[in-house]
T-cell receptor, first 120, second 115 residues
Framework: GAVVSQHPSRVICKSGTSVKIECRSL??????MFWYRQFPKKSLMLMAT?????????EQGVEKDKFLINHASLTLSTLTVTSAHPEDSSFYIC????????????????FGEGSRLTVL | AQKITQTQPGMFVQEKEAVTLDCTYD???????LFWYKQPSSGEMIFLIY??????QNATEGRYSLNFQKARKSANLVISASQLGDSAMYFC????????????FGTGTRLTIIP
C-alpha cells in the first residue's frame, strides 16, 4: 500500500485563487520531503525541499512567494500555489525518504500519487 | 552537480521480448545511488530498482535488472520477458548518498509493449 499520500489528486481552480496540496507520510516520520513539478511528457523537476521545523529550501528559479511550503509536522508537508495562473497548471508530486527499509538503507524515496492542477 | 541522460525518448518492443533502457550519468561525487522509476499514465512514480555506487554486483528485482558499468557511468535497465503492463514512462535518477537526498531525474523513456 501507499506509504506517502497526496491530496487532492486533481484540482481545478480559477485564476487568482490559491490551492493547497497536502503530502503525508503514512507509516513513518519524514523530516524532509521533496516537491517536484512535472509538465506534460516531461521529466520531474525539483521545486523545493521541505524541512520540518525550518524553512523550505527552494531550487533556483522557483518563486518562494508563489509556491509556499509548510512542513507542519513530521508526517505532513503542504504546498500552496498562491494567486494561481494558467501557467501554474501542472502535475505536482511529493516524495519522502525512509531510511533503513528492509534492513538496507537505499535512501529510497517514496512518492505520493501526484496532484494534477488545472488553472482556468 | 549531478546529471542524468536518457537518450531514448520512445521505444516499441514486442511482448515477451527483453528490452534495455539506456541511462548514463555524471557526477564528481564517489558515493551515489542510481534509481529507476516507472510512471504509468496515472502519474504515480513506482520504484523499480536501486544500485549503489559501491555495490559489487548488479542489482536485480524480479524481471528488472540494472546493468551497472561504473567506468562508463552507465546504469541501463533491463526488463526481461516484457508484458503489456510494462508500457509506461521510465525514469532514471540519481542522488548523492551523503547529504541532501533529492533525486535528479533524466528526461525519461516512453516504453510501449506491442502485443
Amino acid at each position: 500500500g501507499a506509504v506517502v499520500s497526496q491530496h487532492p489528486s486533481r484540482v481545478i481552480c480559477k485564476s487568482g485563487t490559491s490551492v493547497k496540496i497536502e503530502c503525508r507520510s503514512l507509516d513513518f516520520q519524514a523530516t524532509t520531503m521533496f516537491w517536484y513539478r512535472q509538465f506534460p511528457k516531461k521529466s520531474l523537476m525539483l521545486m523545493a525541499t521541505s524541512n520540518e521545523g525550518s524553512k523550505a529550501t527552494y531550487e533556483q528559479g522557483v518563486e518562494k512567494d508563489k509556491f509556499l511550503i509548510n512542513h507542519a509536522s513530521l508526517t505532513l508537508s503542504t504546498l500552496t500555489v498562491t494567486s494561481a495562473h494558467p501557467e501554474d497548471s501542472s502535475f505536482y508530486i511529493c516524495s519522502a525518504p525512509r531510511a533503513g527499509t528492509s534492513g538496507r538503507n537505499t535512501g529510497e524515496l517514496f512518492f505520493g500519487e501526484g496532484s494534477r492542477l488545472t488553472v482556468l | 552537480a549531478q546529471k542524468i541522460t536518457q537518450t531514448q525518448p520512445g521505444m516499441f518492443v514486442q511482448e515477451k521480448e527483453a528490452v534495455t533502457l539506456d541511462c548514463t550519468y555524471d557526477t564528481s561525487d564517489p558515493s551515489y545511488g542510481l534509481f529507476w522509476y516507472k510512471q504509468p499514465s496515472s502519474g504515480e512514480m513506482i520504484f523499480l530498482i536501486y544500485q549503489g555506487s559501491y555495490d559489487q554486483q548488479n542489482a536485480t528485482e524480479g524481471r528488472y535488472s540494472l546493468n551497472f558499468q561504473k567506468a562508463r557511468k552507465s546504469a541501463n535497465l533491463v526488463i526481461s520477458a516484457s508484458q503489456l503492463g510494462d508500457s509506461a514512462m521510465y525514469f532514471c535518477a540519481m542522488r548523492v548518498l551523503f547529504g541532501n537526498e533529492k533525486l535528479t531525474f533524466g528526461t525519461g523513456t516512453r516504453l510501449t509493449i506491442i502485443p
